[in-house]
């Protein structure tokens, strides 16, 4: 529900990301839940390039995508965004995308992305600071959940 | 595990699915699956033109993917592919990519593709032929199984 | 030059835009200049839909793309786009595109459009309405230019 | 006309590469096209991971791209590539793309390749391997050619 997220970021469908059927490609909402993810840490104030700095970088590692409703060329969309949980060397997205102004859900994904050195792709643990400044911006402590 | 499968297809990592962490774009492995979904059924005598021509066409309902070890510009990458399950109007697919001739597991992913009217996009059930040419190369019956 | 154009559209770079050379993947530019045409017709009120309505679409049919300089992850970038000349079937548009801000040339095209039947993709005239809307946009009548 | 070429490289459409149209998006044929390039290499005994090891790398400068007929998913397209001269610290590659066993024109491009150092992509001169290797394959002695 777009009332469980304090951050939406809007795209509009390019024709590019369209296919024969006349809709959005699948693949293509991985691309578009990858920038939202890059948006929301602007929002927070990190920025790629700040995360790189301080010698860490992420990758995804698991993501349950539905595709509930087609996208189409020249819609916008709402990408909803929040992290739902930190781990020791992880975060949980969760993602839920809606036509502009509208409540018919088109798409959703859970996204789990792990923490690693930007250098040689290792896992490391979930800086303080970033732990730190999620929480402040989602409003509340973040545990680590228990998924499949 | 590759022996779970009967049909897998290689493919050659092009250098537009890299991405600046110089792996491939993690949006580009659904691009991968689609093509195996294709290449499964043109094995199995069904290209995508036939199935429209019956009046059949799927889109991709869910999909949970995992990302285990990079894959990288110019690696031949297997694509294993099979039916794991077949419902009312769905079917369940997995996948699992291993570089050529390697054990080690790139990726995997389980998808729900459902079928539909190719004019309309909505829910159609799964065709009998289309569920006996499945069972057939697949070597069994394929029941519902009940998933989250 | 910019000071040429009446019209720019801003694009961020997308981190699935990159490839392993940590810049913008070379056929990802006709991604923008696709999206910049778009943008354009929207400026003059026409969005593809009206084209669509009024029995117009049309079909890239050549373009020269120069790559100037990188466009990186996360770079604002400018498309400034025009339409340099219309002829009887087709329209020619010019595009640069820029850093933000900045009189570094990134990228520029020139592209030939031919205006197409929307069911049957051939050749047809560029309606009046379409030639009368760009040429008050761009404060000029344009001439076909011969063009190798 | 194929019979200009000694080296082709066979592509099947895939669905992602579709548009809305029900043909190849524009963009796509610069993927193509590339990895047609990367194909041409293979076939004289130069991966791109040799070029690297040898301290080169290549950057697409300038492209002219005719889009003469479509192509449509599932299509089989044969991809005509060839070195057609060779300059100081660069190289033009020719283009054409034909169905499978047709002789209809699909596409066709003519693409400046400038050498750089893989590190700090600045140009450098073309190698005297690298030119005896293309010479060699082509037949004949490949001067460089005034274009525009």
Redesign the interface.
């Known amino acids: 529900m777009k009332s469980d997220y304090k951050f939406h970021y809007d795209l509009r469908v ?3 990301e ?6 959005v ?7 578009y839940y ?2 939202a993810w ?1 948006e929301y840490f602007r929002e927070l104030g990190m ?3 700040k995360f790189l700095d301080r010698g860490v ?1 992420t ?9 509930k409703s ?1 996208a ?3 819609d916008i969309i709402e990408v909803h965004t929040r992290v739902s949980s930190i781990g020791t060397t992880s975060l949980w997205f969760d993602f839920e995308i809606y036509p502009k102004g509208e409540d018919r859900l088109v798409g959703a994904a859970s996204s789990l992305y792990v923490c690693v050195d930007p250098k040689t ?1 290792k896992k490391i643990p979930v800086p303080e600071w970033l732990r730190s400044v999620i929480e402040k911006f989602e409003g509340k402590e973040l545990k680590e959940i228990q998924r499949t």
């Open positions: 390019r024709f590019a369209t296919d024969l059927q006349g809709i490609f699948n693949g293509n909402y991985l691309t990858d920038t890059t920025t790629y390039h970088d990758v995804l590692a698991r993501t349950t995508i539905d595709f087609p189409r060329f020249d792709l």
